[in-house]
């Protein structure tokens, strides 16, 4: 593991409080983690535990009360923002993966995921040119043309995966990414993002309450009353069809 | 970068097409609102060129004929004749009246002229059908818009008169076509008494004793027969001649005969500052009332449609779209509409314009200032919804 630190996600310490005074809930009470570049780790807890209140941490999305997030060799987080844009923080550096895919409904599937590296400030083409690679290695690019609409649920949610890792992030953030999912297309959303956190090192944490899917995971995090406990998990490898 | 706007629109737009339509035809309501009283505004113009007047001349102390009741001897044309720079004089009346042809009655402005006077100021300009009036009585040149046609009897108070020709686009400043006849015909339209109340009147000037008194027989007929011609006219339209400024040749009239002269831009200004003033205002208030519906249009439509892409805007503020790019996306999709709208309303109200009854006329200025009263609504009314969609959580993306 000591290759690893240094990079990837390392959290601290990690509060977060909501409200003040007595209507105060504590929904994070030091939450230690690390994950490696190329690691997909499971993070598994009950109701109520915190699992998207981190999520939204790591996703610069709603500010900690305390603690340490490093991304890369960047402190992105010390008892305050360091990263003055957290928007461009979002844009290049995090992907998010949620339930349900969340897709643009306006744009097809090409620009849905372009749209990224658009706002990056890349040229059309050269956007569309790095969705289409995706969508190839997603195997969703026979549909790059359609509308969200048209897809399954399936092909919108391997869509959702490419548009998080269009910009290359070092970070992916997956929130109940298979639980609108049969177990097959569950699995397989699984053994993609195990291949593209390999192929694209990048480090990413899947939040899940899935049974189908928790035996994948080599490790994992359990939330429990807002802090993390770290176990073994089975590491099962899982090979689609064909594959 | 691609146009968010565009494709949301393109890929809702029989929402758009649909919604733009509706706020097209209020577009449509306003620019023909605007369209009537250019109508107006026009017609005023068309009634003093088509007069053929440099000169109006009137009773004093008023804004003859056409805005306040006039009227002079039918004898002061030939003094006017007399004065330095006038060409030509003709004696006018005015009669706004109903005038029946069988059953119906159809609203319109009776012109008594000189026959035979064509080329003088008052007479129709052209006709397009038929001829002149050349005989003292019982002719009569229509303006098409009456709908009557050449050869039919139409009745003015009691009498009846031939059509011996058409004209167009000779109507009066309220957009009544005009029936023009002879002068001593309209003379007596204007004054004409029903025989009862002549009958009464006799008796009365009989019962008179000052025209009664013995020793000057015959004093009794003769100011019966005084009684009974109506020497008025309402006014003097007078072409100046060739070289002289209208100004110069009124102001000695005014000073030497005591009468009102207007020239074409005082009486322009009578028209449409006081006669249509009123109308106008009335115009002004509905355009007004308008205006403040399309927008609150435009804006409830933005502001839903926005609300509705609540999810949209989170994930797309999560990945990182700029605030000003989706100010920018609800913008343009106002303006989108904005445009749709002023197209199809421009486009209705082309094609309804002819249909109304009075003039329309669609100044393409009048659609300039429209085109951007339009787009300033639009960007007013999604001040709304970009407020609704700048308080949009990135996190609620993420969700619970
Ligand atoms: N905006 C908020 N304001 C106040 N309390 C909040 C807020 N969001 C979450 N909480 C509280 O923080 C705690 C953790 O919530 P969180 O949403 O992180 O749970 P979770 O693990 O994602 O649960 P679930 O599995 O049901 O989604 C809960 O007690 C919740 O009531
Ligand atoms: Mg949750």
Redesign the pocket.
């Known amino acids: 593991m000591a290759d690893m630190l240094g990079k990837g996600i390392r959290i601290e310490g990690l509060r977060k409080r909501?409200?003040k005074g007595d209507t105060a809930?504590d929904?994070l009470k030091g939450v230690d983690m690390q994950v490696a570049p190329g690691e997909v780790v499971g993070l598994i807890?009950?109701?109520?535990?915190?699992?998207?209140?981190?999520?939204?941490c790591l996703g610069a999305v709603?500010e900690p009360t305390g603690g340490r997030m490093t991304l890369g060799e960047e402190v992105i987080y010390d008892n305050r923002w360091t990263t003055a844009d957290l928007r461009a923080l979002r844009r290049d550096r995090i992907g998010f993966v949620f339930q349900a895919p969340y897709l643009i409904p306006f744009l097809d599937v090409t620009d849905n995921v372009a749209l990224l590296p658009m706002l990056a400030g890349r040229s059309n083409a050269e956007s569309r040119k790095r969705a289409l690679e995706l969508l190839e290695a997603l195997d969703v690019a026979h549909r790059a043309k359609a509308m969200p609409s048209q897809l399954s649920g399936g092909e919108q949610q391997r869509v959702a995966i490419a548009r998080a890792l269009v910009n290359r992030p070092p970070v992916i953030l997956a929130d109940e990414p298979t639980a609108p999912l049969d177990s097959e297309r569950a699995l397989a959303v699984i053994h993609i993002l195990n291949r593209m956190a390999r192929q694209y090192e990048t480090a990413i944490i899947v939040?899940t309450?899935d049974e189908k899917i928790i035996p994948t995971f080599k490790r994992i995090y359990h939330?429990r009353d807002?802090k993390t406990q770290e176990e073994a998990g089975e590491g099962r490898v899982f090979e689609p069809d064909g594959g | 970068m691609i146009s968010l706007a565009g494709r949301d629109i393109l890929h809702a737009w029989g929402k758009f097409v649909f919604t733009g339509v509706g706020l097209g035809l209020l577009i449509g309501v306003t620019l023909t609102m605007a369209g009537v009283y250019r109508g107006m505004v026009d017609d005023a113009k068309v009634l003093l060129d088509n007069s053929g007047a440099d000169l109006w001349v009137v009773q004093q102390d008023t804004l003859g004929p056409y805005a306040e009741p006039s009227s002079l001897y039918d004898d002061v044309y030939r003094t006017i004749l007399g004065m330095p720079g006038v060409g030509r004089a003709a004696n006018v009346t005015y009669l706004t009246m109903q005038v029946r042809l069988g059953e119906r009655d159809v609203r319109a402005m009776v012109v008594g002229v000189v026959p035979g006077g064509t080329g003088e100021p008052g007479q129709p300009v052209y006709l397009i059908a038929g001829r002149q009036i050349t005989r003292s009585h019982y002719e009569a040149v229509a303006d098409i818009a009456t709908g009557f046609k050449l050869g039919e009897r139409i009745q003015i108070r009691r009498n009846h008169y031939t059509v011996v020709g058409l004209t167009r686009r000779m109507v009066s400043s309220g957009g009544d076509p005009m029936v023009f006849i002879p002068l001593k015909d309209a003379q007596e339209a204007q004054f004409l008494k029903d025989n009862d109340a002549i009958v009464q009147q006799r008796r009365r000037t009989a019962a008179n004793p000052a025209f009664n008194r013995p020793g000057t027989p015959g004093l009794l007929d003769a100011v019966i027969a005084s009684q009974s011609v109506n020497p008025y006219i309402n006014a003097v339209l007078v072409q100046v001649k060739p070289g002289f400024i209208p100004e110069a040749v009124a102001e000695p009239i005014r000073r030497w005969k005591h009468l009102q002269v207007y020239t074409r831009a005082q009486m322009e200004e009578i028209l449409i500052g006081k006669l249509i003033a009123t109308a106008a205002k009335q115009i002004g208030m509905f355009l007004v009332i308008l205006a403040i519906v399309s927008a609150a249009i435009v804006a409830f439509i933005i502001y839903t449609l926005t609300l509705g892409k609540i999810r949209e805007i989170a994930v797309l503020k999560l990945i990182g779209t700029r605030n000003r790019t989706i100010a920018g996306m609800i913008l343009q999709q106002a303006l989108g509409l904005g445009m749709i709208g002023f197209v199809v309303g421009k486009i209705a109200a082309t094609f309804w314009a002819p249909i109304f009854p009075k003039y329309v006329l669609l100044e393409p200025g009048d659609s300039v200032r429209g085109f951007i009263a339009v787009m300033v609504i639009c960007v007013l009314a999604s001040v709304l919804a970009i407020r609704a969609a700048l308080k949009v959580d990135p996190a609620e993306a993420i969700g619970?």
């Open positions: 909501y409200g809930v929904a807890g009950p109701s109520g535990s915190g699992k998207s209140t981190l999520l939204k709603i939040v309450h939330i807002g | 619970g």
